[in-house]
Nanobody, 125 residues
Framework: QVQLVESGGGLVQAGGSLRLSCAASGRTFNSYIMAWFRQGPGKEREFVSH????????YYADSVKGRFTISRDNAKNTVYLQMNSLKPEDTAVYYCAARLMYSGTYYLVRNYPYWGQGTQVTVSS
């Protein structure tokens, strides 16, 4: 059974940085895409970034490109999201998610069967 556990959220001032972690367990993830989504107050959950576990290729939403970096540590089975130059509009609950490769459009929530519990990120102005 796949289990995803996020950590690293918190309160930070605008312009600051945070690093989120997602510890994955339950299977070998070589055929998986690991993603980060977020859900701000009163908003729908939206795609932030993903990484292919096998080759480390990445993709970012335009809203975070150049500020956020996704990475993975194979030895620790952990995915990270380094968030720099944070803005108040980045305030949200951030979720780690996983799906098999070639299993649908990458930015659709419904294509991810595995989710973590979420971690709150609050950026003050």
């Amino acid at each position: 059974q796949v289990q995803l556990v996020e950590s690293g959220g918190g309160l930070v001032q605008a312009g600051g940085s945070l690093r989120l972690s997602c510890a994955a367990s339950g299977r070998t993830f070589n055929s998986y895409i690991m993603a980060w989504f977020r859900q701000g107050p009163g908003k729908e959950r939206e795609f932030v970034s993903h990484i292919h576990w096998s080759d480390g290729s990445t993709y970012y939403a335009d809203s975070v490109k150049g500020r956020f970096t996704i990475s993975r540590d194979n030895a620790k089975n952990t995915v990270y999201l380094q968030m720099n130059s944070l803005k108040p509009e980045d305030t949200a609950v951030y979720y780690c998610a996983a799906r098999l490769m070639y299993s649908g459009t990458y930015y659709l929530v419904r294509n991810y069967p595995y989710w973590g519990q979420g971690t709150q990120v609050t950026v003050s102005s």
